[in-house]
Each structure stands twice: as structure tokens, then as C-alpha cells.
């Protein structure tokens, strides 16, 4: 049985990670040029980052709970969260032709 701390940090880890990765897509996004390069930006670093993420938070800070298998938790804590994050950046903000950026000098 899961304690309520455990199940807390673990929603709190989960949403941090949906928020990286909708950001982070964001600004790949939006700062690239091409659509294929803010894609695999997205797909490759968006994925490090979490894991460096989730590596801080469940393991130095100790939020979150035994998932009981290795599958579990990368689905929980890194797939999940990606999925929703790419999600909310691509169906919920505008599109990156329609923010107005400072000019680069």
C-alpha cells in the first residue's frame, strides 16, 4: 500500500515533468527555424532532461514512492509526462509563427 506523501510526490514529480517538457518544447519551437529540428531537439534533449530530473528528485530529494518495476516507472515518470507535454504545446499554445520575438541585434 502506497502512502499518501509517496503518491503526493509522485503527482508532484509527474506535473514538474509535464510542465519541462511543454516548456521545452516550447522553446525549441520557437527558437529553431526549421520544423525538423525543433522536433528531434525536442524528442532527443526533452527525454534527458527528465531523466536528469527524475535521477534529482527521486533519488537525492526522495519524492515519490517503489513503482515496483523499472517499466512502471519510466512510463509514469518520463513517457507519460513527454506525451503531455508535446501534447499541450502543440494542440493548447499558438503556433511559434504567431509570437512576436525581440530582434536579435
Not at 57 to 68: C, D, M
Amino acid at each position: 500500500m502506497a502512502s499518501i506523501g509517496a503518491v503526493a510526490g509522485l503527482l508532484f514529480v509527474v506535473a514538474l515533468h509535464t510542465v519541462i517538457a511543454a516548456v521545452a518544447t516550447r522553446f525549441f519551437r520557437i527558437s529553431l527555424d526549421t520544423v525538423w529540428g525543433s522536433a528531434v531537439y525536442a524528442v532527443l534533449f526533452v527525454p534527458m532532461l527528465l531523466i536528469a530530473s527524475t535521477l534529482v528528485l527521486t533519488g537525492a530529494l526522495g519524492l515519490g514512492g517503489n513503482l515496483g518495476s523499472k517499466t512502471t516507472a519510466v512510463l509514469l515518470v518520463i513517457a507519460i509526462p513527454l506525451t503531455l507535454g508535446f501534447a499541450i504545446d502543440l494542440l493548447w499554445m499558438p503556433d511559434p509563427e504567431t509570437v512576436e520575438l525581440p530582434k536579435k541585434t
